[in-house]
Every structure is written in C-alpha cells, then in structure tokens.
C-alpha cells in the first residue's frame, strides 16, 4: 500500500483546503524533528491505537476464523478437515452464487441511486428552506423505526393483491396483478425500494451535516458573480461537499454489498434462491445448511469484493490527500 | 441591482417548488409509517390482513402494549439497551474522532493506511463474527456480560466514526491547529477544546446513526447473552416479531416495536435543531 | 485450529484486561437450585414460565427459558457452546439427523434409563422411542409432540354443508366444491418457506410411507418415479386452482380469523396462534387427519414432529438437568404444558382440557395411524435447505418440479456420499 506515490497528481485544492500546506508529510512546519518542539506531537500513535486496537481484536481477530475455516470441510461440531482449495474451486460451479452476485450488484448500483441520491435530494431541497426540519422528518421516522414492523408492513403492500397492486389498479396503471417479491430480480427491485424508504433519512441527514459545514466564503463569492440555483449547486455546493459524498457513497457502498437484514426479513432469499446476495448466500450455507467451510469461502469472497471496492474507492476520494 | 431582484423572485418561487416537492415525497413516505402507526394502535381483534389500511375503529394500543409486556421480558432489558446504546456510540465516536484527528490534523505517517486498516471493520460480514465471538467470550467470562456486548458494539461502530470525523476535520483550517500549538496548547487539549466542539453536529450525526443501529441490533444481543438484565430489547421482543411458533397477532407486534423504537424517534426529534444552518463553525 | 484458539485466548484477555473488565457470567457448576433452557421458540416463554413454577413446586429446582427465535442462530450456538465452559443445562432441539450428529460427538446424556421407566409406566411410547434412539441407546425426552392435519373453517364447512372427508376422494370432491363455489380451498401452511414441504410430505407419506422412509435415509433419489409422481398430483392440484397464491404475507390463522380461509395443513401447534385470535376449536374452527392418497395402505400415515429437550453429558450439574427431564415425562407435567399451550400431548394418559383437542390426542395414539416424523427433521440439513427453497420455487412456478426435484437430488447425493466417505 503505497502512500506516497499520488504527490504529483493530487488534484488542484478544493477551495475548502486551500489552506492546507502543500507539502512536508511529517508536518513538521513549525518545529524541526529532533529538536525539542514538535508541531504534531509525538505521540501520535496513542491517538490511533485505540481504534486500531478495537477493531482489529473484536472483528479481525474472529475472523480470522473464517477465513480459515475457507479451507475445511466443516459442519460446526467435529473438529474441521482440511479441504485446500475445494471450497473455493466449487465458488466457480455454483450456478446459484451467479444470481446472488447478479444481485449483490444490483443492490450496490440501487443503493447509491435511490438512498444516496434521494438523501442528497432532500437534503438541498429543504436545506435552507424555514422548517426544514420538519420536512425532513417523514424521512428520517422510517430510520428511527427500524426495528418495528418493516417486514410485515412492506409485506402487505407487496404481497400478491397487495396494495401496491390495488394502487396501481385504483389509478388505472398496468401491473395491478404483479407479485413483487415472487421473482426475480424484480424482487430485489421491489426491495431496493424497500430500503430506500428506510436508508433515505440517514443520507439525507449526513448530506445535511455536510452542508452546514462547507465554508460561506466561497458561497458568498460566487452568489455575488451571479450564480444562483443549478449552476451554484453543480460549480459551487457540490464540490465543497466532496468529504461528505466521501463519506456516504463509501457507506452506501458497503451496505450495498453487504445487504442482509431486509431480504432476510422479506424473503430469505426466495422463492427458490431468486433474491439472494452474498451475505444472504453466506448465511444460508454456513447456518441454514450447516455447511461452515464453504459458507465461509463465500463470506472471504464478499469480503474481498468489499474490501476491493472500498479500498480502490477510498484511495481515489481521499488517499491522495493524505499521501501528500 | 435589477438583476439581484429578480433573482431574489426566483428564489422565492424556488423555496416554493422546493416546498412543495418535499412535502409530496413526504407524504408519499409518511404512508408505510402509518400503516404500522394504525395498525399498532387497532385492537388485535379487528384485525383483518385484507383491510390493514382503514383507520382503526378504537385504540387499542395500550391493550396492545400490555399483551406484548405480558409475553416478554422488555421491561429488564430496556436498561441495559440504552446503557448499550448511549456508551458504545460515544465511545466509538470518541475513538473514531482520535483516529480521525491523527491521521488529518497530526499528519500521522501511512495515514491512509491506518485509515484503511480502521475502515475495513465494516468489511468483515458480522454474521461471521457471531461463532468466534461467542466461543472467544465465553473463555474470556465475557459471554453475558454487559461489557462484553459494550465491547463489541463500539468496535463494530468504530469505523463509521473515524471516516466521518477523518472527513470533517480535513474542514477545519490548519492555521488554527498551528497558531494553538505554538501558543502551547497541547495535541490533546486542542482536539478536546477546538476540533471535537466544532464538529459537533458531524459528531451527533454519527452519534444518533449508531445509537439507533445498537439499539436495534438482534444478531450479538442474541447469541452473545441470555440473562434478561443483559440481553437488549430486541433479543427479548423477536419471539413476538418473528418466531412462527408464535402467531402472534399482527397489532401486537406492531404496537411492542412501535414503543420500543420511541426512544430513537425521540432521539431524532430532539437533535433535529443541531441540523438547521449555521449551527456548526467549521468554515473557519 | 489450537493455535488460533489460542490467539484468540490471548487477544480476548489482553482486551479484557486493558479495559479492566472483570464479572464472571456466573455458571460456576455445582448444585444448581436454577436451570437455564435454551430453546429457539422464544414465543413460548410465558408458557415455560408456567412450567417453571410447577417444577419448582414439584421437584425443588427452578428454571428460567432463554429463547432464541432465528433457529440458524439457535442451533449454531448450540452446537458452538460445545467447545466452551458456557453450556446449558437444558436446551430444546430436533429428532432426525441433527439428533444423531450431536450424540455422535459424545455430548448429549443419555436417557435409556428413563425410557424404560417410562415406557412401564405409560408416560411415553415404544413408536416415539425410535425418534430418540441412537445405536440404541435414547437420548433426550420429548419437550412437545405434534401432529399433522388440516385445520378447516366449521362456518364455512356447514355453509356449504361439507364434512371432514374419511378418503382422498373424498377430500379432492371437498375441494372441488368449494372452488366451485368460488372459494379457494387451501391456505399456505406460512407466510415463509420455513414449512413449503407441508404437501410434499403429506402427499408423499400417503402414498408411498416407505418411500418417503427410505428418502430420508438417503437409500432413495429424489427423481425416483413415485417422488416424481407426488411432485405431478401437487401441480395438478395447484393447476386446479386449489391453493392461494404463494407469498401471502399474513399469518393463516388471521384468514381463519376474517373467515376468507377454508383449510390449511399445519401442525397441532397451530391452535396457539387460533386461540391468540379468540378462535375456539369446534366451534369456529375443526381439525382433522388428512386420508391417504393410497386407499390400499394398511395404516394411515401420520405426519408428527417431536423436539427433543435433552441435557449434556458435561452440564453444569448433570443430575439437576436429569432429574428435571424426568419431571418433565410425568403426567403432571406434560398435563399443565398441553393446556398451557392449547395443544395436545404426546402422553396418552394426559387429559388434556379441551376435548375436542383431547379427541385429537387419542386419536393419534391408536394404532391404526403409521407415524411418520416430518420433513424437517427427516432431511439432513444440506438437502432440507435446498429442499425448502426448491419447494418455495415450484410454489411460484409449478412447471419447475423437475429441475426441482433435480437440483435437491443433486445435493442429496453429495450429501449422503460424504457421510460415507467422511464418518
């Protein structure tokens, strides 16, 4: 992992950080290293090694079992056998891991299309708008009540005869008799929709902090040349937002890929496998099925993918800066 | 001085659209939210599946709720859930805010690097974690224990925290780190009394996000306790929501997870004014 | 493995210690006068509880019910708590397979003593015995026994002047009467696919009981022609138009409720969510045993489960857990668990209150039924899984069943090749 390498095409300053200092990665600007004062303190690691420290003992170090358990034939009881690579050459015949990737990715592309851009919607359109925060509060109540009744609720609007069907067939729309959740991918659809009902408020609600906290200068200055509406948003807002889409669009990545919770809750991946993705495939394998070694080699998959797609994402955003 | 006038017109037109564009999208999201709200409130024996979206004839809520309480423990567990939901949070944000601060403002070599190491915590699919957590805990006499549960939330809400707060000290100007350092302040001093209080609405943002994912979570709860003084709510309350051995009427349900998410709706009302412009003063 | 055990030890300690944790979990061992039963119907804790005070009565020790409701998770700590110093004293789980994975591994107590005893006094059965014997020796004791049938709308029944039918013709007529008379005849058994084998084994162990025995000892292909046949009766019925449409979202018991529903094959323990809706048996609602397909067979094939509550070799006190089992058989018992919870007992001496639910009782007992323990706990887990969602997709697209049919076989084979080549 290399940090140093981006120096020469780091992107020409956000007006944000024009103050940032262009150079010196060991920041020792007001004090020279070795002498008695240094400007960043010495004992920079103390401030980092908690976190480091929680995450690595209470999530790394139990996965660690997984990945090993990646090579072991394994059904939860008798010791594990070691397989080598069987989980992972059967990955690559397992016609039903192609729906729950077709899926995964569905998920990923819905995820930041609806939740994220309909956050970032809501966000500007009531940002500056007097009570906006009660317009914003239908989007935030679904968040607040996640745990109560999202499946039974959303599963009578989708149910065959459900009422998104009456709806449609009260306003004369075709699809009246459409089973949302009975295949696939529509039901992945239907349940994108699902989570962009309940994910919206907490984009919305980061995008909100983002805004607060971009600089009037640059706002101010460019209201006096004139822009207004759009052309502000496009050339002005919405690059000073940048930490902030930094922050939700890696979120939503993630969540994205790591989906879960609501097909669990709708369908468990069903009917027949048609609305798995990979974390629901994990699942299944490793509990449902008991099969422990290749549910595992299905979660190493997801984490790399994960991993992957974070890393290369948070290295565009964010690691040139600090490779400064 | 003409132009400005019009374009102040235009503005005001535009608050309108504005206005009206959200309170459509609004209601239109309200719908779902009521549907659970009128059906929490029906008595369970006018439920009918076929008609869950008539207004309920009378409330039956409180009937509601004391069926629910009847059947589960929810009274023992609500506080060990708020202790849960109030000392992980903050104690990742804080961990996540140092991290954060490290890294951008004390310039801390392979920066990146050690942000990645923190941010690929959220990688890790946590189904996984639940075996070896348990296994590891019950060696370690953490296995039903209130800080074994505190433990594995702050982590699990470490990483959310030190990439928000990453971002939102890469906001606040550097000549104010310097000028405090060389009047002599301390690295600690200047993170507690400059960056952590300009932060604050990022810091609350982070705050409620995570407060709400504790309070809702099942997965640990459930697998990495059983007494009802340590087990969270919703470890108690999915025998009513879930289990199928239970058939539990529909408006039970409904009105025992409309009332234990009120601390989070009222969670969310409460901080609504540290979201309204100008509060934050990061744009030094 | 040891190695990263180990360093797990290690890490957990270090964590621990840096945050100068301390409170133990408590389960020290010894004499107990409290014992925890874990169970993964969470639902029913107010029932244990009940249970609860009567065994503190009746033989001194108390119990507290740690429910579970996802039953992955349940059985995945179970299986886990093995492997540590945290074990319960008491834990529900399931006959079949999973029965004899964990007995196999030299963890469950053994229970041949209290089977004798039992079996003299009448509290439990030769024919439930088989369902908790391994290398012939018992395991375990019955937590519930239920059994599978049809729970049919009376209103409904006597509008259009219907019977319970005593064959498979007749319960085909009956169902084409009501479609007919524009009613749907069949519910599906749940809103998920937890139970979408409810027809399969009903139609199956009606018409060929030994088939389906020897399909879930791995002695028979799932594309064997009477399984194929089972598959082709289903689809005709579900192309007649006599289920509802799959992916309904509402509990069945609310259909029966709102009196849109006409049957619905489930087991005995249904009657709890009826009864949670005011419903009452013989009156609103009735019960009966579904007729074989197959007129020919000498017994009629009755689909039951039972779930073992069983205790560990290594429990924190391994006589306190034996002797509340023991407790847990006696009449007593198994009298204030039945009325409890509504539902009928596997003891034919218990009278059980209700006595439309005490008819049901007697009637499973007499020997003119052939019990035939239900698809779940008959399929080893990795061909149940594929089952459960193979059945769910044949529901939404009846002209799968061969792919079906193949894709479970497929899972089958390897699953019943490995036992071979593994243990």
Redesign the interface.
């Known amino acids: ?1 290399s ?1 140093h390498k981006a120096t020469a095409d780091r992107p020409a300053p956000a007006v ?2 024009g ?3 262009g150079t010196g ?3 020792t ?2 004090g020279r290293p070795g002498k008695g004062f240094a ?3 010495r004992f ?2 103390v ?2 090694s ?3 420290l ?13 990945a090993y358990l990646s090579f072991t034939s394994y059904d ?1 009881l008798a010791s594990p056998e070691f397989t080598g690579l069987d989980n992972y050459r059967r990955l690559l015949e397992d016609e039903a891991l192609l729906t729950s990737i077709r899926n995964t990715l569905l998920w990923v592309v819905g995820t930041v299309a609806l939740p994220v851009g309909g956050g970032l919607l ?1 966000a500007v ?5 007097r009570g ?2 009660w ?15 999202l499946g ?3 599963g ?2 989708l149910q065959p005869d459900g ?1 998104a069907n009456q709806i449609l067939t009260t306003l004369g729309m075709p699809g009246g008799d459409t089973a949302f959740l009975q295949d696939g991918p529509r039901n992945t659809l239907a349940m994108i929709v699902v989570w962009t ?1 309940q994910q ?1 408020g ?1 984009n919305m ?2 995008f ?2 983002g ?7 640059p706002i101010e200055a460019a209201r006096i040349d ?1 822009a ?2 759009w052309s502000m948003f496009r050339h002005v807002t919405w690059p000073l937002m940048r ?2 889409t ?2 939700v669009l ?2 939503a990545l ?1 969540a994205g890929l ?1 989906n ?1 919770d609501i097909v669990w809750v709708m369908t468990q991946g069903g009917p027949g496998r048609s609305s798995e993705t990979l ?1 629901v495939t ?2 299944r394998d ?2 449902v099925a008991n099969e422990y070694g290749y549910g ?1 080699a299905v ?1 190493i998959l ?2 790399t993918i ?2 992957l797609a ?2 290369v994402y ?2 565009r955003q ?2 040139k ?3 400064s | 001085m003409r ?1 400005r006038n019009g ?1 102040l017109r ?2 005001a037109v ?2 309108t659209v ?2 009206a ?3 459509v ?3 239109v ?2 719908f ?2 009521y ?2 709200v009128a ?2 409130v029906r008595p ?2 006018d ?4 008609d ?2 008539s207004p309920p004839s009378s409330i039956g809520l409180f009937d509601n709720i004391a069926q629910a309480w ?4 929810v009274g023992g567990s609500l506080l060990s859930t708020l202790l849960y939901s109030v000392v992980s949070p903050a104690l990742a944000v804080l ?2 805010a ?2 954060g ?25 946590f ?19 209130r ?1 074994g549960l505190i ?2 939330y ?3 809400n ?3 925290a ?3 707060m ?3 000290f ?2 606040v ?3 104010i780190f ?1 000028a405090a ?2 009047d002599g302040a ?2 600690f001093r200047i ?1 507690w009394r400059i960056y952590l209080p300009l932060s604050s ?2 810091l609350a ?1 982070v705050f ?2 995570e407060f ?1 994912f504790v ?2 979570d099942l ?1 640990f709860g ?2 990495l306790s ?1 007494s009802e003084n340590v087990r969270p709510v ?1 470890a108690e ?14 408006p039970i ?2 009105a025992a ?2 009332v ?2 009120l601390p ?2 009222v ?3 409460a901080t ?2 540290l ?6 003063l ?3 | 493995m040891l190695s990263s ?1 180990r360093l ?2 290690t ?3 270090m ?2 210690l840096l ?1 100068a ?6 389960d020290g061992g010894g004499d107990k006068t409290e014992l ?1 039963l ?1 169970n993964d ?6 029932f244990f509880e009940q249970m609860a005070v009567l065994g503190e009565q009746q033989t001194g020790l108390g119990m507290k019910p ?5 039953e992955p ?1 349940y059985t ?2 179970i299986k ?2 093995f ?4 074990k319960p004293d008491l834990f529900t789980w399931t006959t079949g397979g999973r029965l004899k994975e964990i007995v196999e591994q030299n963890q469950v107590a053994e229970t041949t003593k209290l089977w004798q005893d039992a079996i003299q006094s009448g509290d439990l059965t030769e024919e439930l015995k088989t369902y908790y014997t391994v290398d012939g020796k018992q395991y375990c004791v019955p937590l519930n026994t239920a059994y599978w049938g049809m729970f049919y709308n009376k209103k409904l029944f006597a509008k259009h002047d219907l019977k319970p039918p005593k064959t498979w013709a007749e319960l085909e007529k009956l169902a084409q009467t009501l479609k007919s008379k524009g009613q749907v005849p069949f519910n599906q058994t ?1 809103p ?1 696919s ?2 979408s084998f409810a027809w399969f084994e009903q139609l199956l162990a009606g018409s060929d009981p030994d088939l389906y025995d020897r399909l879930s000892k791995g002695e028979a292909s799932y594309t064997d022609p009477g399984v194929v046949k089972v598959m082709e009766r289903w689809k005709s019925m579900i192309d007649a138009g006599y289920f509802t449409k799959p992916g309904d ?3 069945p ?3 029966f ?2 009196g ?1 529903a006409a049957m619905v094959i489930n087991g005995t ?2 009657n ?3 009864t ?3 419903l009452k048996q013989g009156e609103d609602y009735g019960f009966f045993f579904i007729p074989n397909v197959d007129p020919s067979l000498q017994k009629r094939s009755l689909i039951f489960e039972s779930g073992p509550l069983c205790s560990l070799r290594k429990a924190p006190d391994p006589d306190a857990s034996m002797k509340y089992l023991k407790w847990w058989i006696t009449p007593a018992a198994q009298e204030k668990w039945a009325n409890a919870r509504g539902d009928v007992s596997g003891n034919p001496k218990v009278k059980v209150a209700d006595p439309e639910l005490d008819k049901v009782t007697k009637e499973a007992a007499s020997n003119e039924n052939r019990l035939i323990l239900r698809y779940f706990e008959a399929a080893p887990a990795p061909v149940l899984t594929e089952a459960l969602s193979g059945f769910d997709k044949f529901l939404n697209e009846p002209g799968s069943y061969m792919d079906v049919l193949k894709n479970i076989q497929k899972v089958n084979e390897d699953y019943w090749k490995s036992q071979k080549g593994g243990s």
């Open positions: 992992m940090t944000a950080r103050h940032r200092p990665r060991r920041g600007r007001g400007l960043h303190g920079r690691h401030y980092i908690p976190a480091v929680f995450v690595a003992v209470l999530l790394y170090l139990p996965f660690l079992w997984t939860g809501v359109l009531s940002y500056d708008v906006g925060g317009f914003r509060l239908p989007f935030l109540l679904p968040y607040a009540m996640s745990g109560a009744g039974v609720i959303w009578f609007i009422m009902w919206l907490v609600l980061l909100v902090v805004l607060q906290s971009i600089p009037k200068g004139g207004s509406g930490p902030i930094t922050v890696g979120l993630v790591k879960f974390a994990m699942y490793v509990f595992s979660a997801l984490t994960t991993g974070s890393y948070l290295r964010i690691g800066e600090d490779a | 132009e374009g235009a503005g535009n608050r504005r206005r564009v959200l309170a999208l609004g209601v999201w309200l779902p939210t549907l659970i059906n929490a369970a024996d439920y009918d599946p076929a869950s979206v009847e059947q589960t423990a961990l996540g140092l991290a601060y490290a890294i951008v403002v004390l310039r801390l070599k392979h920066g990146f690097t050690w942000f990645v190491v923190i941010f690929a915590g959220t990688v890790v699919p189904q996984m974690l639940l075996v070896p957590l348990f296994v590891g805990y019950s060696k370690v006499a953490l296995y039903d224990d800080l433990l594995i702050s982590a699990i470490v990483p959310l030190a990439l928000v990453r971002n939102f890469g906001n100007a550097v000549s310097e350092r060389l301390s690295t993170f609405a990022a943002a409620i996000l709400t309070w809702n997965l459930l697998t059983q919703w309350l999915s025998a009513l929501t879930t289990d199928v051995y239970a058939g539990t009427p529909v349900a409904l997870g409309l234990v998410s989070t709706v969670l969310f009302l609504q004014r979201f309204t412009r100008g509060l934050t990061a744009q030094f | 055990k797990r030890v890490a957990f300690t964590g621990a945050l944790a301390g409170c133990g979990s408590g925890k874990y119907k969470g639902a029913w804790k107010p740690v429910g579970y409701t996802d998770t995945a700590f886990s708590s492997r540590t110093n945290v749940t998920t937890l139970f979202k509402a509990d018991a609310d259909h409720k709102s849109e323990w249904f709890t969510s009826m949670q809706r005011g």
